[in-house]
């Protein structure tokens, strides 16, 4: 009954003492969905998504990865699993190709050595693949890192406050970028609080505070836009009364 | 299988950055050569006090120098967060640490053996007809040391002075492999050899290496989980 | 069992009154030694405690790797204190007790090196309690370094006893244990019950003072967000 499901996670729960970092959450995300989640910072976006990648050990819960539970077999979680984040995940040691054909021989690629090309070229960086990453600029290593979450044709792309720390083009592109991942058809969840950048295709909405999903919204994204600045202004739920 | 060819990329990555940079043995080495340029001042010694304490001193010139050089192995992976990078690709974590272990000990064991070379150059001090039995010792204990301090450094990394973090949580828990590996030396080097000494710590080394590997595989991936 | 929780503090304070008196009372003046040897009883019921609380800091430290309640770290870190207090107490009392007997304050003997390892373990390990940030990893990696610290005061004694037995022994002669006047036995029984006791209470104290920084530091941050939210 939960084969058709990209990701189910089930009444999951992260705590260390008296401190909840996820409260009983339960999200259900279906193949070739975009969904965004959204709340302020320590809200538990970045632990959601931490762990559905199986990083984060929850307390209490399950959680499914095309019925593959991530408890029992993690790596074949992440197999279908590839994470953007903010840091890169790149060896400034080595070159862009070594940095690649590394992920590559992690996830044992057929024919790593052609899709490694294949994947340097689309991030436009042929002339540099030899150069050592350290060299590069900003951008660059963005585009590498972008091409280096993706190399393995991830079902499932993840990301985590991808657009912190961007220049405009490397922006630009990753928007570029989830715009065609949404429409191959891939399973998409985004943290992010930027409701500027990379929004177009999201298809669900999901409010986080305080470790607990609050509400969810579907539609567009200039009405969520409206509906999500009233929620930050706003008190959180449970502390309307106390306002003048 | 899949298990080692992934451990065989991330310790091939280590080595490779290793060679790059040569970081970790320059730094060893000089190290080295500096106790020994300290021991030689410290003590003016002659030939016997060499012998006596020689096995000694290149120990605790192995081990400081090997502690210098592991703690890089995961403070290097801090920098762009590498190491959850890492943990994200589909290996088991225990191919991470394996991969990380047989990197730390293939250096720790080259920096050893130029470092034997040139202490009994700069010493006279003759290694050569008992070579074989010392490059025995030498990576039975050289394991055992690495494996904990490979666990012991990932556990390091995550504090506030992993550099002195390493050391203070090292030494004493892998005595055990400190006195078997300087008396099995000491009995090698002696004069004449005295074989059945040397055999029952190597014996004694032998089964900490059983514990020391067994005990960080179960427990790494408590040390890595966010 | 409820009762003797509650009165812990009280019940380890008679024990100690009694142990007191069968140590100075009772318990006869050794004829060679004097009485300084009266240092044994404290010294030899500081050891075990000290070795106690190790394996129950292990224990505490592999329940909390099974299911992760804030609880079992509490209840290792306080073991881990209190334990480290105790052998420090042995530490102390044994040079003490050495030098007019021995005249010697120290010696590397397979007893006392074990004792001196297991104390640098225990400052490693509350070391590293202070030098990570994030308290669920401080708990995480503690735990990790207490299993190989329980696991090596065992393989230490063992390789000492090695050592040792390759050489021949050095000042001291067969040991306190030959021959034991049963006055003393039982004095030394009394005050290892006793210091047991003490450890037990003193834990329940150090557990209880943990959480209460626990709920002070919730409260806070509640605080804190009311406040901001008033704003």
Not at chain 3, 81 to 102: C, Q, R, Y
């Amino acid at each position: 009954m939960t084969a058709d499901a990209a990701v189910v996670v089930e009444n999951a729960e992260k705590w260390f003492g008296l401190n909840p970092a996820l409260a009983n959450v339960s999200l259900r995300v279906h193949p070739g969905e975009f969904v965004a989640l959204l709340g302020r910072n320590g809200a538990g976006k970045s632990t959601l998504l931490r762990v559905v990648a199986r990083l984060v050990k929850p307390n209490r819960g399950r959680v499914r990865i095309w019925g593959v539970d991530v408890a029992r077999d993690p790596e074949r979680g992440r197999e279908r699993i590839g994470l953007v984040a903010h840091q890169t995940y790149l060896y400034p040691g080595l070159t862009a190709r070594e940095n690649l054909r590394l992920h590559a021989r992690l996830h044992r690629l057929e024919g790593a050595g052609e899709r490694v090309a294949a994947a340097l070229t689309e991030a436009g960086l042929n002339l540099s693949a030899d150069r050592p990453v350290r060299g590069f600029s900003r951008g660059m290593q963005q585009r590498l890192a972008i091409a280096r979450a993706t190399l393995h044709g991830p079902e499932l792309v993840l990301l985590d406050e991808p657009f912190t720390g961007l220049d405009l083009e490397a922006a630009e592109l990753l928007s570029e970028r989830l715009r065609q991942w949404a429409a191959a058809g891939r399973t998409i969840v985004m943290a992010t609080h930027n409701l500027e950048q990379g929004l177009e295709g999201v298809t669900r909405w999901v409010l986080l505070d305080r470790g607990r999903i609050v509400t969810e919204w579907t539609g567009d994204s200039t009405a969520v836009r409206s509906r999500y600045r009233q929620f930050l202004k706003g008190a959180p739920p449970g502390a309307q009364g106390r306002r003048t | 299988m899949k298990f080692w060819s992934q451990t065989a990329a991330i310790l091939m990555k280590d080595l490779l950055t290793e060679y790059r940079t040569k970081d970790v043995l320059t730094s060893m080495l000089l190290f080295g050569l500096l106790v020994i340029l300290m021991f030689n001042f410290a003590f003016e010694p002659d030939s016997e006090e060499i012998r006596k304490f020689g096995p000694g001193l290149l120990w605790m010139t192995f081990i400081f120098a090997g502690l210098l050089g592991m703690n890089r192995s995961f403070a290097a992976e801090t920098e762009n967060d590498t190491l959850e990078g890492l943990m994200l690709s589909p290996v088991k974590w225990s191919s991470i640490y394996l991969g990380k272990m047989l990197a730390n000990l293939l250096f720790l064991l080259l920096a050893q053996a130029i470092i034997l070379c040139l202490f009994s150059i700069l010493f006279n001090y003759g290694i050569w007809p008992r070579i074989g039995w010392m490059a025995a010792i030498t990576f039975l204990g050289t394991l055992g040391f690495a494996s904990v301090g490979t666990l012991l450094a990932a556990v390091a990394a995550n504090t506030r002075m992993s550099e002195v973090m390493l050391p203070v949580l090292m030494v004493p828990l892998v005595l055990p492999v400190i006195l078997s590996v300087v008396l099995a030396t000491a009995a090698n080097f002696a004069q004449p050899p005295e074989e059945p000494v040397m055999f029952f710590w190597m014996q004694r080394l032998a089964a900490y290496d059983i514990i020391f590997v067994i005990l960080p595989l179960m427990t790494f991936d408590y040390v890595l989980e966010k | 069992m409820k009762g003797l929780q509650k009165h812990l503090g009280l019940v380890a304070l008679l024990a100690m009154m009694a142990a007191l008196y069968a140590i100075f009372v009772l318990a006869p003046v050794e004829l060679t030694m004097g009485v300084v040897q009266k240092i044994f009883y404290f010294h030899v019921s500081s050891a075990w405690v000290g070795f106690l609380a190790i394996y129950l800091v292990c224990f505490c430290s592999l329940r909390f790797l099974r299911n992760r309640d804030r609880q079992w770290d509490i209840r290792a870190a306080a073991a881990a204190e209190v334990g480290a207090v105790f052998l420090t107490l042995n530490l102390v009392s044994g040079p003490i007790w050495a030098k007019p007997v021995w005249g010697i304050w120290w010696t590397w003997d397979a007893r006392l090196t074990t004792t001196f390892v297991l104390w640098l373990i225990y400052m490693g390990y509350l070391m590293l309690r202070r030098l990570v940030d994030s308290p669920e990893q401080r708990a995480r990696l503690s735990a990790v370094v207490s299993i190989f610290g329980a696991v090596n005061a065992l393989v230490v004694y063992m390789a000492n006893r090695w050592w040792r037995t390759q050489h021949p022994q050095p000042v001291i002669a067969g040991g306190e244990d030959s021959g034991l006047h049963p006055d003393m036995l039982l004095a030394l029984l009394v005050t290892v019950l006793a210091f047991t006791l003490l450890f037990f209470c003193l834990w329940k104290m150090g557990c209880d003072l943990e959480r209460t920084r626990d709920s002070v530091e919730s409260l806070r941050r509640t605080a804190q967000r009311h406040l901001r939210e008033v704003r």
